[in-house]
């Protein structure tokens, strides 16, 4: 079988446009999603890239499940289910005690936050948190870290945050491969949120 080799002539020339990048980004100027598209242009503009080579790296099948989970997500969020779910698990929950219910809450919050994302679930959450804490009697700053701590959880699926989505096609990754290592971290911030916070909030 052929392999193509590869062009190093305009090799400068990319790593300029990566550096230029990520100094905007990282500068504030535009964010990550509108810079890349930017750069990706110049890439072939510059002769980095040809056509032919940029669209050969677009996986249709990740475009669809990406549609799909993003619709999903919108669903979940604008018909009220996200809330629906909340209150039922956190009312199973609700008679073990705080807790119970700060530990139940940031799991929850992990979870979602791979499906819808970090902003929306922080937003979503939020309220959900205070009128918990509120039920309980209970300090809500606790209630309202846990939301922001298992809200930056987003790191199990594709679809949970921009740059996870930037790095999936170049890198060849598939979903699973976000899960596979994403889960695990997400359980094991579960656990030290669920160890530490007692001892920290005094619960």
Same mark, same amino acid.
């Given at each position: 079988?052929?392999?193509e080799l590869p062009f190093t002539a305009r090799a400068l020339i990319a790593r300029l446009i990566c550096l230029i990048m990520i100094l905007i980004v990282s500068g504030g100027i535009l964010p990550i999603l509108h810079m890349s598209v930017i750069a990706a242009f110049l890439m072939i503009i510059s002769g980095c890239l040809n056509i032919r080579q940029a669209t050969r790296s677009?996986?249709?099948r990740i475009f669809l499940l990406i549609v799909a989970a993003l619709a999903m997500g919108a669903a979940l969020q604008e018909t009220g289910g996200v809330n629906l779910i909340a209150q039922t698990i956190l009312g199973a929950v609700e008679p073990y005690g705080p807790y119970a219910v700060l530990s139940t809450l940031f799991i929850l919050v992990a979870?979602?936050?791979n499906i819808l994302s970090n902003a929306a679930t922080a937003v979503l959450f939020t309220p959900v948190a205070l009128t918990v804490s509120a039920e309980l009697g209970a300090d809500p700053i606790p $209630?309202?870290?846990a939301v922001? #701590?298992?809200? +930056?959880?987003? $790191?199990?699926?594709?679809?949970? #945050?921009?740059? +996870?989505?930037l790095v999936m096609a170049?890198?060849?990754y598939r979903f699973s491969d976000y899960l596979r290592y994403g889960g695990p971290l997400v359980i094991l911030l579960w656990l030290v949120f669920t160890l530490i916070a007692p001892w920290r909030f005094d619960l």
């Open positions: 079988s052929s392999t677009l996986d249709f979870i979602l936050t $209630f309202v870290f922001i #701590y298992a809200a +930056n959880c987003c $790191f199990a699926t594709p679809i949970a #945050y921009q740059t +996870n989505l170049p890198g060849h």
